[in-house]
Structure formats: structure tokens, C-alpha cells
């Protein structure tokens, strides 16, 4: 048996000193289904006057996907938006041809100490799709289908998976799943998509009998399942789903599978022409001098 791909995580700073750790793209694996980001955050302990806002900044051509394990974030946008974000919900928000958004400690939790520890995944829109009228969904944790499956606690935070189906609403086939593995388990997980991968994220576990480490991405097999096992208690994501239409461009916060498009935002930005999140008026200017747009991803090797 051919042991699995796994691509390991690269530190950013996103500023201020908050770190994430990156996943995707990666040299070896540029997307997995319509996923062409991967960021996990925390756990990090936020404290009175910690400055780790991201503040107003543009998306287009794809959706970010925000799931929380702990802390609370708030999310403004230029459509109005004003959502907190809390453990176990899932906010979607669709970029399409241009949304401006910002992330910030809630006001109720300034003067507080807590713990912040999440992902924020990206994923590419069809072709057909890319210049969609932008939106934002949020679905409450109440409403994320949870069932006990092989003994394992499952959450389908997108997706439809073991005859349930999330609400949240999606542009092609998308898997996310949240798998709450006991100590001992032994968990089959079926062939739900085209492209998977697991992402064990407070412990190590196995793939088919190989070993994969806390904090690192593990590709199946294309269009094949595997069984997972854990030792000890752990938690892992599933990501997946149908393999992008094409290759994609990525530039700074822009994906599109036209590189023209990708030039254009950048001076519409730069130009403060994609809108404004209310009541705000910091922004994140526009990286580099002359902007350059970075080699198209798909899942072949080319780095980024």
C-alpha cells in the first residue's frame, strides 16, 4: 500500500505576531477539491489590548470559510454584514466579483483573556461562478448536523455526508467534515468525494495503517477512502470534494482562473474602488510594487 501524501504546515504572520499555520497551497498538492487555502489559527491566548485585528481587506473568485473550536471573532463586510463568529458555527461568505471584509476582537471581549483557535479555509467558485454577486451566510452550530457514527462524534459542517446533509450552501460538490476521535477508534470513512484529505488537529493519528502527525495534511488516494485510527483522543478534519474546473491564479487575498482579472482587482483596490466595510476606515493596502500575479493553482506541482 502506497503511503499517503503529506504536506507539512509553513508559518505566517498575518501581523501583530498572530501566526497561522498554512497548509494549502503547498508545493506538493495546490488544492483539494474547490479548497485552495488552508489556514489553522490558535490556539492562542488573546489578551487585553492584543492587536491581532485584520483589518478591511478584498476577496475575489472564491468563498471564505470560517469554523471556530474556541474564542469568538466578528466579522463586518461591505454588504452590511455584522456577524460574531463562535465555536462550532460555520460563516460562509461568498467574494465572487468583490467583498471587502474585517476580522476583530469583539467589543465584549476586549478587556477579556481567552483562547482563539480556528480555521479559515478558502474555496475557489466555478468558472461559472467567479463573478457572482457577493454574499454572506452564517450557519449557527445548533443547525450543523451531528450524528455518532463507529463510535466517532461527526459534525458535517458542509457538505452532505452518511445520509445528512449540511444547510449550508455551496457552488460544487464540498466536504468538510469535524471527527471527533475517542481513544482506540477506528473510523471507515467512505469515498464521499473525488479528492480528500484529513487534517489531525490537537493529536496524532493513522491513515490506512500510516502514521500522520498532529498539524499535517494527509491526502487519499483520488476517489478512494481509507480507515482512520487514534491512539489517543484527537480531533480531525475531512476536506474534499469535486477537483477544480481548471487552474486558478492566487494573488495576495484573489483567486481566478484569469490572470487579467486578478491585475484588475489589485488596481481597483489600490484605487478603493470595492467598497467599504461601515464604520470603518483602516484598510490593508495593496502588497508589492508592481503587483505580480503568482503561478495558477491546481494540483500539480508547481509552487506557488
Do not use: C
Request: no cysteine; glycine share 10%.
Amino acid at each position: 500500500m502506497t503511503a499517503p501524501l503529506l504536506l507539512q504546515p509553513h508559518d505566517k504572520d498575518l501581523g501583530g505576531g498572530f501566526k497561522v499555520r498554512r497548509l494549502l497551497p503547498a508545493a506538493k498538492r495546490r488544492s483539494v477539491g474547490p479548497f485552495v487555502f488552508f489556514d489553522h489559527f490558535g490556539p492562542a491566548t488573546e489578551q487585553p489590548g492584543s492587536e491581532h485585528d485584520v483589518r478591511p481587506h478584498p476577496h475575489i473568485g472564491l468563498a471564505t470559510v470560517t469554523y471556530l473550536f474556541e474564542g469568538a471573532m466578528m466579522h463586518r463586510d461591505s454588504l452590511g454584514s455584522v456577524q460574531e463568529i463562535r465555536p462550532g458555527a460555520i460563516n460562509w461568505m461568498t467574494a465572487g466579483r468583490g467583498i471587502v471584509h474585517s476580522e476583530r476582537k469583539p467589543e465584549r471581549l476586549l478587556d477579556a483573556t481567552y483562547i482563539n483557535h480556528g480555521l479559515q479555509l478558502w474555496a475557489a467558485l466555478p468558472q461559472a461562478h467567479e463573478e457572482v454577486e457577493p454574499s454572506f451566510a452564517h450557519t449557527a452550530a445548533a443547525d450543523i448536523p451531528s450524528l455518532d457514527l463507529q463510535g466517532v462524534q461527526v459534525r458535517v459542517l458542509v457538505g452532505e455526508a452518511f445520509g445528512v446533509r449540511s444547510p449550508v450552501a455551496t457552488f460544487s460538490k464540498t466536504i468538510y467534515l469535524d471527527l471527533a476521535l475517542p481513544a482506540g477508534a477506528r473510523f471507515e470513512l467512505p469515498a464521499l468525494a473525488p479528492e480528500l484529505a484529513i487534517y489531525p488537529v490537537d493529536g496524532d493519528a493513522s491513515l490506512d495503517g500510516e502514521p500522520v502527525a498532529q498539524h499535517t495534511m494527509a491526502m487519499l488516494p483520488d476517489g478512494e477512502g481509507g480507515v482512520l485510527t487514534a491512539q489517543a483522543a484527537v480531533r480531525v478534519v475531512v476536506i474534499g470534494g469535486e477537483p477544480l474546473d481548471g487552474p486558478r491564479f492566487i494573488t495576495w487575498n484573489f483567486v481566478s482562473s484569469r490572470r487579467d482579472r486578478i491585475l484588475e482587482a489589485g488596481a481597483d483596490w489600490s484605487a478603493q474602488r470595492m467598497g467599504h466595510v461601515p464604520g470603518e476606515t483602516e484598510f490593508i493596502p495593496l502588497p508589492g510594487h508592481p503587483f505580480q500575479v503568482q503561478a495558477p493553482a491546481d494540483s500539480g506541482t508547481t509552487p506557488v
